[in-house]
């Protein structure tokens, strides 16, 4: 029995040790000491922004309206009927991104600075200045302009779905869609509940690149006087501003039969109509951003001619809290 | 003798078990990493590294924590425990997004969220600008753990290559 004992601990120590050892040489960690599950948390403090959440989820059904309305068999009111080449705004991009090709290249060491670093393994990469969300702006913080359009409403087209993108003011509603008209704002669902359900101090429509192809003036102005119509009478107690169509670039302009500095001119002219047949305030924004007396859009202003780089969209926002009626200014110290 | 062959009989069952044993827990425990390795992401420096080494062709601008959450649908803010991402001036889909959420399971919904914006994208884009279709296409949407990038570039290959680095 005593025998038989002997050799049951004899088994099991050479058991025990001869797994823990084959487990050691192995790799197998059966304790691992240095278990990272804390990973790099870098808690940003802008998570904790106290701004309005209901302006939030008004905003987040503005981001992607889609407008379900059929768009209407006339051949005067649809770009692409009139020369085929209505994808024209969003399809050509210029070579004009070199302007933040900053090739600053950083130590490592440095990565908890503002510029990109680069590790050992790519050191032939060249990096680029990265931006930040505390300097978007040389001139004001964004701080400033959450409170300078506070409780504001843009209405617009992939431009205005831009200038939200690049300022991300967060205390306005963007009502936007990439290819909103004159005509489908009209019926567009969730701009009509927007306007309904909330109250605006001031409202912005800035549209009319995507009609720059219609061959009916008179039509894009009465659906634009009509809308803003319709606006007047759901947000009674609001400031309504139609804003100028922003000009494109001189190299955008000579390549396009549409989407050229001659028509955004005849239809800015339609525009200013529209204000004054609707009895709102017109802002040729266009001052604001290309400086006064110019009326085309600089070169390093646009990736693709058309949509406003970051920088130019402060100035747009600039020029409106200049020229708007400034109720606001005298009560805020930046 | 017979004893002795008693003893290196039991000696010898004794090692073979042991190494029956330890390959079970060697091929365990590798099953186990490759599965749910505990990934540990800057995703600060993975954005700023897809930003800075790939070339885009509009110009990108850092996206807010709040805008974040409008862009993407995402509801339950303390889901998510950090972001960085960069959108386009809407010249083009070009986007970069690098989130570190507080789970895996949260990590699923926010790359389905991901796969929605680019679905959704696609069917804006179609008849305007039918060109970006095509990098749509080939979107490169990665789930680590709990971290998730996406990033809509011509330049896939570059994407993917930095990436891995961190695999």
Excluded at chain 1, 276 to 288: F, K, N
Excluded at chain 1, 304 to 327: A, F, Q, T
Aim: hydrophobic residues 30%; charged residues 25%.
């Amino acid at each position: 029995m005593l025998k038989h004992i002997s050799n049951f601990v004899l088994k099991m120590s050479c058991f025990i040790i001869l797994s823990l050892f084959i487990l050691n040489i192995t790799g197998c960690k059966i304790f691992d000491k240095n278990d990272t599950r804390q990973s790099s948390i870098n808690n940003n403090t802008e998570t904790e922004n106290t701004t309005d959440t209901d302006s939030y989820s008004d905003t987040d059904a503005s981001a992607d309206i889609k407008d379900n309305t059929t768009e209407g068999n006339e051949t005067t009111d649809n770009p692409t009927e009139t020369d085929g080449t209505g994808t024209d705004v969003g399809s050509e991009v210029e070579s004009s991104s070199s302007s933040t090709d900053n090739t600053d290249i950083t130590d490592e060491s440095t990565s908890s600075s503002e510029t990109v670093t680069e590790t050992s393994t790519d050191k032939e990469t060249e990096t680029k200045e990265k931006p930040t969300t505390t300097e978007q702006n040389e001139t004001h913080s964004l701080e400033y302009y959450d409170k300078q359009f506070d409780g504001d409403c843009f209405i617009g087209d992939s431009r205005v779905q831009g200038l939200f993108d690049s300022t991300q003011i967060l205390t306005a509603d963007f009502l936007c869609e990439v290819g909103l008209n004159v005509k489908k704002v009209i019926t567009n669902e969730k701009v009509i509940n927007c306007l309904t359900n909330n109250k605006y101090r001031n409202i912005y429509i800035e549209l009319g690149v995507n009609e720059l192809g219609w061959v009916s003036l008179d039509l894009f102005e009465n659906y634009y006087v009509e809308f803003i119509e319709k606006v007047k009478k759901l947000q009674p107690d609001a400031n309504v501003y139609v804003l100028a169509i922003i000009p494109v670039t001189k190299k955008k302009s000579d390549g396009s039969n549409i989407y050229n500095l001659k028509n955004v001119e005849r239809f800015n002219e339609r525009v200013i109509n529209a204000a004054s047949r609707a009895c709102v305030g017109y802002l040729d924004i266009t001052v604001g951003i290309c400086g006064e007396g110019k009326r085309v859009l600089p070169p390093d202003s646009s990736s693709d001619g058309v949509h406003l780089k970051r920088v130019y969209n402060y100035k747009l926002l600039d020029y409106i809290i200049s020229e708007r009626i400034n109720e606001r200014n005298e009560d805020f110290e930046e | 003798m017979k004893n002795f062959r008693h003893i290196l009989s039991n000696i010898l069952s004794v090692f073979v078990l042991c190494i029956l044993t330890a390959l079970t827990a060697t091929v365990a425990t590798a099953c186990g990493k490759s599965k749910n390795k505990d990934y540990s992401i800057d995703v600060s420096e993975l954005a700023g590294k897809l930003y800075g080494q790939i070339e885009f062709e509009d110009e990108l601008n850092p996206c807010r924590d709040e805008a974040f959450f409008i862009k993407y649908g995402i509801e339950n803010k303390d889901d998510i425990v950090n972001q960085s991402t960069y959108l386009s001036t809407n010249a083009t889909t070009e986007e970069i997004s690098v989130v570190e959420c507080i789970d895996e399971t949260v990590a699923e919904t926010v790359k389905a969220a991901f796969e929605k914006r680019v679905a959704q994208q696609k069917s804006t884009f179609a008849s305007y600008a039918p060109a970006e279709v095509a990098r749509l296409d080939n979107a490169v949407i990665t789930k680590l753990g709990k971290y998730v990038i996406l990033c809509i570039t011509a330049d896939t290959d570059k994407a993917n290559e930095i990436i891995k680095q961190y695999k």
